[in-house]
T-cell receptor
Framework: DGGITQSPKYLFRKEGQNVTLSCEQN?????MYWYRQDPGQGLRLIYY???????QKGDIAEGYSVSREKKESFPLTVTSAQKNPTAFYLC????????????FGPGTRLTVT | GENVEQHPSTLSVQEGDSAVIKCTYS??????FPWYKQELGKRPQLIID?????GEKKDQRIAVTLNKTAKHFSLHITETQPEDSAVYFC????????????FGTGTRLLVSP
């Protein structure tokens, strides 16, 4: 299960606070992704990055921000503007933008009360 | 953009039976179709994929079939075992430039002993 890690596994925050989720990979992958998973729903893309210092909004980017300063790292910040932040967040990476497999991290379960 | 529909949302079978999960896609230019398995609380993991230049691919008890004309693809699991119980996601993407994976909403498979 090594290669792509997320921390922490569980995260609790009060409403109105920003929180940053960590994602690190040592697979030398160019592309990285953030997905949100809610019960009964599929994987919804938040942000993705093809290369260092470049990233694009996915389908549900409102209330989130990212950075890609290093190839290995793609942190996600859940801001107070996100209306319903409680969810399971999955980070993924792939070798390039082609049809290579996406490898997922173990996920972070964020609970905001 | 691409849209992937997945059915059924839940599937219950007896151990030893076969299970079939079906997905349809909207973009005829999509040509890569992976299937991911996600056990409870774990990360999604690729179990099989198919490209549009073949109609079927098998790997032991699992197989995927693709009908490009009808724009649908299916996952077949034979001789199901309790450890097959999980959520299964299909996905589709185009293999031109950088393209995102578009996921179905998932199928919860329960295999009863």
């Amino acid at each position: 299960d090594g290669g792509i890690t997320q921390s922490p596994k569980y995260l609790f925050r009060k409403e109105g606070q920003n929180v940053t989720l960590s994602c690190e990979q040592n697979l030398n992958h160019d592309a990285m992704y953030w997905y949100r998973q809610d019960p009964g729903q599929g994987l919804r893309l938040i942000y993705y990055s093809q290369i260092v210092n470049d990233f694009q909004k996915g389908d549900i980017a409102e209330g989130y921000s990212v950075s890609r300063e290093k190839k290995e790292s793609f942190p996600l910040t859940v801001t107070s503007a996100q209306k319903n932040p409680t969810a399971f967040y999955l980070c993924a990476s792939s070798a390039s933008g082609s049809s290579y497999e996406q490898y997922f991290g173990p996920g972070t379960r964020l609970t905001v009360t | 953009g691409e849209n992937v529909e997945q059915h059924p949302s839940t599937l219950s079978v007896q151990e030893g039976d076969s299970a079939v999960i079906k997905c349809t896609y909207s973009d005829s230019a999509s040509n890569y179709f992976p299937w991911y398995k996600q056990e409870l609380g774990k990360r999604p993991q690729l179990i099989i994929d198919i490209r549009s230049n073949v109609g079927e691919k098998k790997d032991q008890r699992i197989a995927v079939t693709l009908n490009k004309t009808a724009k649908h693809f299916s996952l077949h699991i034979t001789e199901t075992q309790p450890e097959d119980s999980a959520v299964y996601f299909c996905a589709a993407k185009k293999n031109t430039g950088f393209q995102k994976l578009v996921f179905g909403t998932g199928t919860r498979l329960l295999v009863s002993p």
